[in-house]
């Protein structure tokens, strides 16, 4: 098993930067990729950045290229997603996920889950 405790998540004006953190604790393997998605109320959880453990590769969804950046800490087993210029539509819940296999859109292929930080960007 693999705990994620997310954290770094609260209110900012718009144009204003957060970081968020994600813990790792509990079984840990030689390589998995980590994923930040979020939801949105009303909306469908949607994917955000991922970063890969072993060689840090990382990938962003279009809505946060150029803003956002995820990177890992691999002494502290913490991943960051360091999120800059904010807007009000990035106002959601942002969840840490780890897929044991590669680097996956969609939240149906994690294998584990965060319980996720409320992130709200004001206008």
């Known amino acids: 098993q693999v705990q994620l405790v997310e954290s770094g998540g609260g209110l900012v004006q718009a144009g204003g930067s957060l970081r968020l953190s994600c813990a790792a604790s509990?079984?840990?393997?030689?390589?998995?990729?980590t994923h930040w998605f979020r939801q949105a109320p009303g909306k469908e959880r949607e994917f955000v950045a991922a970063?890969?453990?072993?060689?840090?590769?990382?990938y962003y969804a279009d809505s946060g290229k150029g803003r956002f950046t995820i990177s890992r800490d691999n002494a502290k087993n913490t991943v960051y997603l360091q999120m800059n210029s904010l807007k009000p539509e990035d106002t959601a819940v942002y969840y840490c996920?780890?897929?044991?296999?590669?680097?996956?859109?969609?939240?149906?292929?994690?294998?584990?889950w965060g319980k996720g930080t409320l992130v709200t960007v004001s206008s």
């Open positions: 509990g079984r840990t393997f030689s390589s998995y990729v």
């Open positions: 996920a780890v897929s044991l296999s590669s680097i996956i859109l969609t939240p149906r292929g994690m294998d584990y």
């Open positions: 970063i890969t453990w072993s060689s840090g590769n990382t």
